[in-house]
């Protein structure tokens, strides 16, 4: 064991997720790549945890915070005007789609959907939530609560009241071989029976992921959130959008994850890859939902002046390369290179994605069932092989990978190639 990994395990929690069974220290990073303490250089499939959606040591950001900095102000006070802060604001509220839309800042996806539920309990005066299962949206009390993922939910208390619908377990016997459309009417029947049997009458909000990130990039059927909400609508029963991972363009299909269903949602959350490693999250709310709280309400360092600087020059990094346009073009690449090992490697379940966002299921050759210690063998595979890759799934085997959207071409070819590798390797040793 390293140094620096007994000092960790000496003062660090034990639940700490740490990748590989020997850890690594990234101390560098430049363009789409990051160098360890041992001098390794690894292409970065995960962009960081989704959050280094330009690479790194990108000079528009790297210079945008540093002339904020060199103005001596790292932090002063939202209680002042922070120009910045107005301007990303104008930004988000624009992009969002949200019409009369008002901006929040915080310093993380987990206060985000905090803001978001207590915006939609307040306004609806309940403390009644629907949730999906497989879902995750953060590890505070509120957001454990809505979090349908049992790996993740430490309390078994909540100060919600929630129901959690169907929407990615096409797998379960009751909906298993169903097409698109029989699924969406089966899970808009549930809704409907749990409207009508298990909850009182004054639901707040659904609060989902477009693509279930923590969950496995679990992908509901495109038009499942469209319906949800033709009946979400009957009952006022507002809609939040969680885009923590699928925001910016990353989906290649919309600036959201959302827009593949068709749906403007009454708030949308957000944080991650905005600040392109600096902590910034937020929520973005139809105004007289974020005006509907009636306490004093401050973030001490949400938005603050250097979180602010950052985003602004990543999203406009965004825009002005359409980065979106980069991430439709560069899935396929890695996609339809991944989707045939689907049939024929025996320990591959299912592989799927959209825009960059792409899982594979890692199973058991034998009985078909989740492998998470095989997702496990393909991370030390590809990682020795110097490539990162994310893992996840509600049993942990699934692979998940996200690169930052400045991904090119010929990056795109080299880490298909050796994910591809990696997976025949696994496979090979797991099949004898
Ligand atoms: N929502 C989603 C969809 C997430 O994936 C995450 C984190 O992975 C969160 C919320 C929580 O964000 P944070 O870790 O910044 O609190």
């Known amino acids: 064991m390293s140094d620096l990994l007994a000092r960790h395990r000496a003062v660090m929690p034990s639940w700490l997720a740490l990748y590989y069974d020997a850890p690594i220290e990234i101390t560098a990073g430049k363009g789409n790549r990051v160098t360890d303490s041992e001098g390794r250089t690894y292409l970065d499939f995960f962009a960081g945890i989704v959050t280094n959606m330009l690479g790194y040591d990108v000079p528009e950001v790297r210079e945008a915070v540093e002339r904020q900095i060199a103005r001596g102000v790292v932090h002063t006070s939202t209680l002042y005007l922070l120009r910045g802060q107005v301007e990303l604001a104008e930004k988000i509220a624009r992009l969002s789609g949200i019409p009369d839309a008002k901006v929040f ?15 939609a309990t307040c306004a609806r005066g309940s403390d009644q939530v629907l949730a ?33 619908l169907h929407g990615t377990d096409r797998d379960l016997p009751a909906f298993r071989g169903m097409s698109d459309a029989d699924y969406i009417a089966a899970c808009v029947a549930d809704l409907r029976d749990v409207l009508a049997t298990a909850t009182a009458p004054d639901v707040a909000c659904l609060i989902a992921e477009p693509i279930q990130g923590v969950g496995g990039f679990a992908m509901p059927p495109d038009g499942l959130f469209a319906a949800y909400k033709e009946v979400l609508d009957e009952h006022g029963i507002l809609f939040v959008s969680d885009e923590v991972q699928t925001g910016w363009g990353r989906t290649g299909s919309g600036f959201w994850g959302i827009g593949n269903h068709g749906v403007t949602p009454d708030a949308l959350t957000f944080a991650k890859g905005l600040g392109n490693g600096f902590a910034i999250g937020g929520v973005v709310a139809r105004g007289d939902l974020m005006d509907g709280l009636t306490a004093n309400g401050v973030s001490t360092f949400g938005g603050n002046p250097v979180s602010t600087a950052a985003a602004n020059a990543t999203l406009d990094y965004v825009l002005d390369h359409d980065l979106q346009a980069n991430a439709a073009r560069l899935g396929p690449v890695v996609l339809d290179g991944l989707r045939p090992l689907a049939g024929s490697l025996a320990t591959v379940g299912a592989v799927r994605g959209r825009g960059l966002m ?25 990682r020795r092989r110097g490539l990162l890759v994310g893992k996840g799934g509600l049993r942990g085997n699934v692979l998940r990978m996200a690169p930052p959207l400045t991904l090119t071409e010929e990056e795109a070819r080299e880490g298909r190639d050796i994910l591809i590798e990696a997976l025949r390797t696994v496979n090979a040793d797991a099949v004898g």
Not at 105 to 119: K, P, V, Y
Not at 358 to 382: H, K, N, Q, R, W
């Open 105 to 119: 800042f915080t310093n993380s996806g987990t206060e985000a959907n905090e803001t978001a539920l207590l915006l």
């Open 132 to 164: 999906m299962r497989n879902s995750y949206h953060g590890r505070s009390y509120g957001t454990i609560a809505v979090t349908g993922n049992r790996g993740w939910k430490n309390s078994a208390l909540s100060p919600l009241n929630v129901h959690y």
């Open 358 to 382: 792409f899982a594979v299921d890692m199973i058991d050759p034998g009985t078909g069932a989740p492998s998470p210690e095989l997702a496990g063998a393909v991370l030390e595979e590809t």
